[in-house]
C-alpha cells in the first residue's frame, strides 16, 4: 500500500520514509522536514515575462518589476513548477507548509486517520 | 472611555458557557423537532433577508450585501441569512457591548431598537450599519436580532463612504457608538433627522436603508416571538443552545480532520488611500493543532495616515467570507463555528490600529487576509479528504468606484456601481478552473445588476460589458476571469467619480500549488474622448476591452485604480471598470489542451499567454492546438526551466541580499519584518 500523502498539486509526501516526492517523477525532494522549496530548482522571472504590459505607461496591466519578482520553483528532476510566489525583491521566502509528522503517524497508527487514494481520512468517513 | 480593548472584543467573539437551565432546555428538546426547528430559523432569517433586499435603497443593500441574523439572549450568534459572511461573526461583541453597558442606562426594553456602524465598538467600518432588536416574550429577554448592510454615503469628506483620502476617523463623517435609536418598535424622528444631515449627498439611501435594517430586524423579531408562543420559550432557549452545541462540534470536527501543522502566506498591496508604496498587509501563520486553530497576524506591516486600516474584528469578518463560503459551507453561521480559532493581532500594525485611525476602507486592506487565508487554508485541507474544497485565492481586487451628483431624475446620490465588484472571477479551484464573473468576494451571493438597471438608476451610459483575456490567474485550472465595463457620462452636465483599490503595481493575492497570481488592474479612461462622437465611428469597428487597450479609440490615460474624488463632465468616460480575476492553481504546463483551446476560442486567454505560459503552438486560422507541436513546445519549456533554475541554497544567499528601493518603503515598516518605525500621529 502506498505511503505517498498528496500535499499538493503534484507534490507528495512518503510518511514511510520522510521525504517530499515529486508527483509528477517521482523525483527525491528532500526531507520532509525541511522547507520543500530547499530540494527544489529557483528561477527568478520578470513579471512581464508571466503578465505582459497591454498599454504604454506606469500602469500596465503588468506588475512593475522593481516592487515585485515571481520565484518559481521546479522539480529539478522534470522541470514541473511545483510552486511559485510572489515576493519583492530580497523578501524572505516564505516556508509554507511545514507538517506534524510524528502527529499525523500516530493518528494514522492509532486507526484515527486511513490514507486513502493518497488523501487522509477519518475512520468512518466516506471518501468524498 | 469605555471603547471595548481587542481583549474584549476577541472575547466577545466566544460562545458564552451554558447555564443550568440552557442546559437543561438543551437536553429536553423532542426528537425531531429540533431539526425541523433549525430549518425554521434558516426559514425566519431567508424571509428577513427578502424583506431587507426589496426595502433597501441602496446599491449594496439592492445587491444583497446584507445579512440578517438571529442571537440567544446573551448575544452569541446562532444562525444567520446572508447575504455576505463579512458580518457573520462579529454582532456578538456589539450585543455583548449593550448588555454589559446600556442595561440599566438606557436600560434595554421590548421594542427598543440598537444601532451602530463605529468599527471601534465592533463593525467592519462606518458604511457597514447594524440595527439590533432584543426580543422579548412574557417580559423576558429571550433572543435578539440584527440586520446589517452597507450603505455607501456616511457624510465623509468624499462621497460614498470610503473616502480615500481621509487620514483619521475624523473624516470619515457619521460614526456611531451602540446607541439606543427607537422605543416601542418605532425609529424616533431626531434620529432620521442624524442620518438625513449625515446623508444631505443621498439622503434617499441613507435614511431608507435605515429603516430598512429596523424594518428587517423587527421581522426577525416577530417571527421569534411567534415561535415563542407556539412552541414555548423553553423550546426555543434550549433550540438556540443545542444549535450552538452541534456549530461548534461540526466546526471542531472538520478542523480535527485536517493534519496538524503549520501553514504560512505573505500578501502585499501597493497604496494605503492615497498614498503609494509597498506594505505587507497581511503575514499570515495558522497553527493547527487537534481541534482548533490560531491565525496569527504578526509581521503585518504597521498602521498608516490613510483610511487603509482595520480594527481587529474587522479583520475576523473578512476571514469569514472564506471560512463559510469553503469551509463551514454546511455548517450554521454562528458564533461557534468560530470557537476553535484564536486569533493574534500585532498592536499599532494596519490590522491593528489605534483608536483614530481612519478605517473606512478596511476592506481595501483585508484583502491580504481574504487572500491569505486562502492560501494557508488550502494547504491544510489539500492532504485530506476534502481536498476537492481546496482552491487558489480570489482576486480579492474589491475595484470599487463611486460616482455622485445630481442623477438624471433630478435626485441626488452618491452610490457605488455594483456591476464591477460583484463580478469578479474566482479563484481556481483544484479539479476545476474558477468561475468566470462569479462574484464579489467580499459578498458570495451578492448580484450584478442589468446594465438597463445601472443607465436606468444613474446618469450613466454602458456601451460594453465583457470578460477581459487573461484576467484569471494562470494554472493548470486558471482563476475565473473577471469583467471590463465602459462607464461614460450621460444626460447630466457633470458629475462626481472617485475609486478605492490597489492592485495596479502589485497583485495581492498568492497563487497555489505552481499557479500565477492575475494581472495588475490600472486606472483607465480615454483622454478627452467626446463619448457621443466616438459613437458616430463605431461602423467599422467594435468597441471593446481589446479595442481599447489597442488605442483604436483614442489615447488611454493610465492611473492607479485607486482615485480621489474628480469632476468628469457629460459624455466624457468616467472610467473603464474592471473587475479582477482569480488566482491560479497548478503548473499551466500541466493545463489540457482541450482547455487552452476552448480559452483561445471564447477570448479568454490571448495567444500570447497560450505561446509564452501555457507553451502550446495555436493555429489561429484553424483555431485549434497543434498538439505534436505542443508536446514538443512544453518539453522544451521544461528543459528550460531545469536549465535556468538554480540550487535553493545558493540562489537564496543572493537574494536576501536584496531589497527593494527606499523609496517604496515608506508604509512598509522595517525592511524586512515590517515592525513600526514610528508611531502614528494624527490631530
Request: proline share 5%.
Given at each position: 500500500m502506498s505511503s505517498l500523502l498528496h500535499?499538493?498539486?503534484?507534490?507528495?509526501?512518503d510518511l514511510e520514509t520522510e521525504r517530499w516526492v515529486c508527483g509528477k517523477c517521482s523525483q527525491d525532494l528532500g526531507n520532509a522536514r525541511d522547507n520543500v522549496k530547499r530540494g527544489l530548482l529557483v528561477a527568478e522571472r520578470d513579471p512581464a515575462e508571466v503578465h505582459p504590459p497591454l498599454i504604454a505607461g506606469e500602469f500596465t496591466f503588468s506588475p512593475n518589476p522593481q516592487w515585485v519578482r515571481i520565484l518559481e520553483f521546479y522539480c529539478p528532476g522534470c522541470g514541473l513548477q511545483v510552486e511559485t510566489e510572489y515576493l519583492p525583491p530580497g523578501h524572505p521566502i516564505t516556508n509554507t507548509t511545514e507538517l506534524d509528522l510524528d502527529a499525523i503517524k500516530a493518528r494514522l497508527a492509532a486507526g484515527e486517520l486511513v490514507l486513502d487514494d493518497g488523501h487522509l481520512r477519518p475512520a468512518g468517513e466516506e471518501q468524498r | 472611555m469605555s471603547i471595548p480593548t481587542v481583549a474584549e472584543k476577541l472575547a466577545a467573539l466566544k460562545v458564552t458557557t451554558a447555564s443550568d437551565y440552557e442546559r437543561a432546555c438543551a437536553d429536553a428538546l423532542p426528537r425531531g423537532a429540533y431539526e425541523i426547528a433549525v430549518q425554521r430559523t434558516a426559514d425566519i432569517l431567508d424571509e428577513g433577508y427578502e424583506i431587507f433586499m426589496r426595502s433597501s435603497r441602496s446599491s449594496m443593500g439592492v445587491a444583497g450585501d446584507s445579512i440578517v441574523a438571529m442571537f440567544n439572549a446573551a448575544g452569541d450568534l446562532v444562525n444567520a441569512s446572508a447575504g455576505t459572511y463579512l458580518h457573520a461573526v462579529i454582532p456578538p461583541i456589539v450585543i455583548k457591548y449593550i448588555i454589559a453597558k446600556y442595561s440599566d442606562n438606557p436600560g434595554i426594553e421590548d421594542g427598543d431598537i440598537f444601532y451602530t456602524n463605529d468599527a471601534l465598538y465592533g463593525g467592519i467600518h462606518n458604511p457597514d450599519q447594524v440595527a439590533i432588536t432584543p426580543v422579548f416574550f412574557d417580559g423576558k429577554l429571550v433572543a435578539w436580532t440584527a440586520a446589517l448592510s452597507h450603505t455607501t454615503e456616511t457624510g465623509a469628506k468624499e462621497p460614498g463612504g470610503m473616502p480615500v483620502s481621509a487620514t483619521s476617523r475624523f473624516e470619515e463623517g457619521m460614526n456611531l457608538p451602540p446607541m439606543k435609536i427607537g422605543r416601542d418598535f418605532r425609529i424616533n424622528n431626531d434620529i432620521?433627522?442624524?442620518?438625513?444631515?449625515?446623508?444631505?449627498?443621498?439622503?434617499?439611501?441613507?435614511?431608507?436603508?435605515?429603516?430598512?435594517?429596523?424594518?428587517?430586524?423587527?421581522?426577525?423579531?416577530?417571527?421569534?416571538?411567534?415561535?415563542?408562543?407556539?412552541?414555548?420559550?423553553?423550546?426555543?432557549?434550549?433550540?438556540?443552545r443545542r444549535m450552538l452545541d452541534e456549530a461548534e462540534a461540526g466546526a471542531r470536527k472538520r478542523l480535527t480532520s485536517w493534519p496538524d501543522g503549520t501553514y504560512r502566506c505573505v500578501t502585499f498591496s501597493d497604496a494605503a488611500g492615497n498614498l503609494r508604496g509597498l506594505i505587507r498587509n497581511c503575514c499570515m501563520t495558522v497553527t493547527k493543532r487537534g481541534d482548533g486553530m490560531v491565525i496569527d497576524f504578526t509581521g503585518t506591516s504597521p498602521e498608516n495616515l490613510s483610511s487603509y486600516n482595520a480594527h481587529p474584528q474587522a479583520v475576523v469578518g473578512h476571514l469569514a467570507n472564506y471560512i463559510y463560503e469553503y469551509v463551514f459551507h454546511d455548517l450554521p453561521i454562528s458564533s461557534a463555528t468560530f470557537a476553535p480559532i484564536d486569533f493574534v493581532f500585532p498592536e499599532a500594525s494596519c490590522l491593528s490600529p489605534t483608536a483614530r485611525a481612519a478605517t473606512s476602507n478596511a476592506v481595501m486592506i483585508c484583502s491580504g487576509a481574504m487572500s491569505a487565508v486562502a492560501n494557508c487554508i488550502s494547504r491544510a485541507r489539500f492532504p485530506t479528504y476534502e481536498w476537492q474544497q481546496a482552491t487558489a485565492s480570489m482576486g480579492n481586487g474589491g475595484n470599487a468606484t463611486v460616482i455622485a451628483g445630481l442623477s438624471q431624475w433630478q435626485q441626488p446620490f452618491a452610490d457605488m456601481i455594483a456591476y464591477p465588484i460583484n463580478t469578479e472571477g474566482q479563484g481556481a479551484r483544484s479539479c476545476c478552473d474558477g468561475m468566470d464573473a462569479y462574484g464579489f468576494p467580499w459578498c458570495a451571493f451578492g448580484r450584478a445588476p442589468d446594465v438597463e438597471s445601472i443607465e436606468n438608476e444613474f446618469p450613466m451610459i454602458i456601451p460594453f460589458s465583457q470578460h477581459w483575456p487573461d484576467s484569471g490567474g494562470h494554472g493548470r485550472f486558471r482563476g475565473g476571469c473577471g469583467t471590463a465595463q465602459f462607464w461614460a457620462a450621460h444626460h447630466v452636465p457633470a458629475?462626481?467619480?472617485?475609486?478605492?483599490?490597489?492592485?495596479?503595481?502589485?497583485?495581492?493575492?498568492?497563487?497555489?500549488?505552481?499557479?500565477?497570481?492575475?494581472?495588475?488592474?490600472?486606472?483607465?479612461?480615454?483622454?478627452?474622448?467626446?463619448?457621443?462622437?466616438?459613437?458616430?465611428?463605431?461602423?467599422?469597428?467594435t468597441l471593446d476591452f481589446q479595442s481599447l487597450v489597442e488605442g483604436r479609440f483614442g489615447e488611454l490615460a493610465t492611473e492607479p485604480f485607486g482615485r480621489v474624488t474628480r469632476p468628469i463632465n457629460g459624455d466624457e468616460t468616467v472610467t473603464i471598470g474592471l473587475s479582477t480575476g482569480g488566482a491560479g492553481f497548478g503548473d499551466p504546463l500541466e493545463r489540457d489542451y482541450d482547455s487552452i483551446e476552448r480559452d483561445l476560442v471564447k477570448g479568454l486567454c490571448s495567444a500570447w499567454s497560450a505561446e509564452h505560459v501555457y507553451h502550446v503552438v495555436w493555429d489561429a486560422e484553424r483555431r485549434r492546438i497543434d498538439r505534436e507541436a505542443s508536446d514538443a513546445a512544453r518539453h522544451e519549456a521544461r528543459r528550460a526551466r531545469i536549465a535556468r533554475g538554480r540550487a535553493f541554497d545558493a540562489f537564496e544567499a543572493e537574494w536576501s541580499t536584496r531589497k527593494p528601493p527606499e523609496d517604496i518603503l515608506g508604509l512598509y515598516g522595517s525592511w524586512p519584518d515590517a515592525q513600526p518605525l514610528a508611531p502614528a500621529f494624527r490631530p
Open positions: 500535499v499538493g498539486d503534484r507534490l507528495d509526501l | 432620521i433627522e442624524l442620518f438625513r444631515a449625515f446623508g444631505i449627498r443621498a439622503e434617499a439611501n441613507v435614511t431608507v436603508d435605515l429603516k430598512a435594517r429596523c424594518t428587517t430586524a423587527d421581522r426577525v423579531r416577530l417571527r421569534i416571538v411567534e415561535m415563542c408562543k407556539r412552541e414555548g420559550v423553553d423550546f426555543v432557549t434550549g433550540l438556540f458629475l462626481y467619480f472617485m475609486a478605492i483599490a490597489d492592485n495596479s503595481t502589485i497583485q495581492t493575492p498568492q497563487p497555489i500549488f505552481g499557479g500565477y497570481a492575475p494581472p495588475t488592474v490600472p486606472g483607465l479612461s480615454l483622454k478627452g474622448t467626446r463619448v457621443s462622437e466616438l459613437f458616430g465611428h463605431l461602423d467599422n469597428d
